[in-house]
């Protein structure tokens, strides 16, 4: 139960790793700028795949990588850039002004609690049918073989869920328009029919970086609203 | 001899707990949803070392699964932050309050 039970390499590397955790989940935290926060979820994340390697999951270590580092935080940093949002969080304008003392009060209970539950309970022991997590080489085969065997059913599932999140994106970043009945939701200027691309932007007080976010969608909607332009009524 | 699971767990916990705090404490939503992250990780980490302890491989698969589902996750969470910046330029978590009862 102790560090000292274990090799060196094995407790310099988990040491190492560790740290590199923490203090990159501090500065996702304690960061004033986004982007700085996106920088340091990349540490964090770096670190956990060490993490998984000395726990003989070598394919999750190389799929944390890939995966996490290398597309949803570039997906992060894309919507920073495009939104433009990477100013300074206003700290000293805090509408609840007890929020934040008692939201760390109730993350130290949260800790206390976890820590208090890691100490002796554990599972029952009882084994699922899916096997042993064997020798390193072996590593992608079974995660492999228990995907596609005993998890079947949850992996078709995992299949229809990525669609439902492809749609569900397609139609939250789609512009609104108001061609589909003249029952629009009153969203201001970002609804009026446009005739060019740069028209509703102007009116929005942060017209410059919407703008560059609104081109991007536009592009498809554009061809759209060509056809729909006869019943759009006018403002 | 390897790291015993206990330090692994309370590495977890640690993670866990701090994007909780990031989560409750910070108004920036793209801030927030990076700790949701954290706090993904955290059970990930969990995952692994239950893994090896138990010497089954179902907690590595849970794992590949926590993935999809956090991509998918960020992939809509993502959606609905462009289209609340699109109509309110610089919002915070406290000016999306439009749900209000």
Do not use: K, Y
């Given at each position: 139960m102790t560090l000292l039970a274990a090799t060196i390499p094995d407790a310099v590397t988990f040491v190492i790793a560790a740290a590199i955790c923490v203090l990159g989940a501090l500065g996702v935290v304690l960061s004033r700028n986004p982007v700085h926060s996106a920088l340091m979820l990349v540490m964090t994340l770096f670190g956990v795949a060490v993490l998984f390697v000395e726990e003989d999951a070598q394919f999750l270590a190389a799929v944390q990588v890939i995966v996490y580092a290398g597309a949803i935080v570039v997906l992060f940093l894309f919507v920073i850039m495009l939104l433009g949002v990477d100013q300074k969080e206003a700290i000293e304008r805090d509408p609840l002004p007890a929020q934040r003392p008692v939201a760390i009060c109730v993350g130290i209970l949260v800790l206390a609690e976890v820590l208090l539950l890691a100490r002796g309970h554990w599972p029952t022991g009882a084994r699922s049918v899916s096997g042993a997590i064997g020798s390193p080489a072996d590593n992608v085969g079974l995660i492999g073989r228990s995907v596609f065997t005993t998890y079947l059913l949850a992996f078709e599932v995992t299949s229809a869920l990525l669609v439902v999140a492809v749609i569900g994106a397609v139609v939250l970043a789609r512009r609104p328009r108001p061609a589909l009945g003249g029952s629009a939701p009153a969203t201001g200027p970002a609804v009026e029919p446009d005739g060019?691309?740069?028209?509703?932007?102007?009116?929005?007080?942060?017209?410059?970086?919407a703008g560059t976010a609104e081109t991007v969608s536009s592009a498809a909607a554009q061809a759209e609203d060509e056809l729909a332009s006869p019943e759009v009524p006018g403002p | 001899m390897t790291i015993a699971a206990s330090w692994y767990l309370t590495l977890a916990a640690v993670l866990f707990t701090?994007?909780?705090?990031?989560?409750?404490?910070?108004?920036?939503?793209?801030?927030?949803?990076?700790?949701?992250?954290?706090?993904?990780?955290?059970?990930?980490l969990t995952f692994v070392t239950f893994a090896r302890r138990l010497n089954d491989i179902a907690g590595q698969t849970a794992v590949f699964f926590v993935l999809?589902?956090?991509?998918?996750?960020?992939?809509?969470?993502?959606?609905?932050?462009?289209?609340i910046y699109r109509r309110r330029p610089g919002a915070t978590a406290d000016d999306v309050h439009g749900m209000k009862g």
């Open positions: 060019d691309d740069e028209d509703p932007d102007d009116t929005e007080p942060d017209g410059g970086e | 701090i994007g909780a705090i990031g989560l409750l404490v910070r108004r920036n939503v793209l801030v927030m949803f990076m700790c949701v992250e954290l706090m993904l990780n955290a059970a990930n999809v589902v956090a991509a998918a996750e960020v992939v809509v969470g993502l959606g609905i932050i462009v289209s």
